[in-house]
């Protein structure tokens, strides 16, 4: 199954890499991006099988399946960025985390010594009560380490039901709606300080977390700093 991700996840890249689109009368490569989730490369398998893997220093602190995880993920990353198409880490359950970031910080850093930096973002979810930590976490790679960081920002679908560290949107609205708040507060920040090194991305069908992104960017009208979102 991890060997039919990786197949299709290629064929997806080489298919944005490839496809042309006309704007305003001019051929155009495809504004699209790829989004993986660390469970669709073994993450959370059983049946885990001991496979070979080449030294990696920056993977001393993983454990063995945790680096097999890395390193298929690291292989789309890889193609993709040589193709010049973005990819994108979608955070899952609370239990997955700490991987998530982490393996983002090596992959970010991997990217940025390439030369491709700037090419590699991640999801984060407002319906966790340390989701600004893990803003901040991000905020705080050092700049000669990334070269540009893509954050976006949605509230997350998982819910107490499935993920006991979750808010539950029915009871704790205004917790997320805070969440939002002070993650956009902390990206206003972080652009003020570091101009252009932060693209920032709202998914959200909820009206109060777009009143929310409007206000932030008219901060920018205002001469607060800038506030990029779409």
Known sequence: EVQSTLARCHELVDSIANRRVRVKGKEARLNARISIKPSQFGLHRTDFRTESLPPAPDLHAFDLRQRVTLEKMWDVVFHASERGVSTEIDMETS???????????????????LGRG??????LQANYK????????????????????MVRLVKGVYTPATDPHALDE???????????????????EYEARNPGRLKVAMASHRDDVHELADHWQSREREGLGRFRHE
Do not use: C, K
């Open 130 to 149: 340390n989701s600004h930590e893990m803003l901040r976490r991000v905020l705080a790679l050092p700049e000669e380490e990334h070269g540009g960081l």
């Open 95 to 113: 239990h997955d985390h700490e991987f998530t970031l982490r393996a983002y910080e090596v992959m970010t850093r991997r990217l940025h010594r």
């Open 118 to 123: 700037g090419m590699l973002g991640i999801a």
């Open 170 to 188: 029915r009871r704790e609205n205004e917790t997320i709606l805070q969440n939002f708040s002070v993650m956009m507060w902390l990206a206003h």
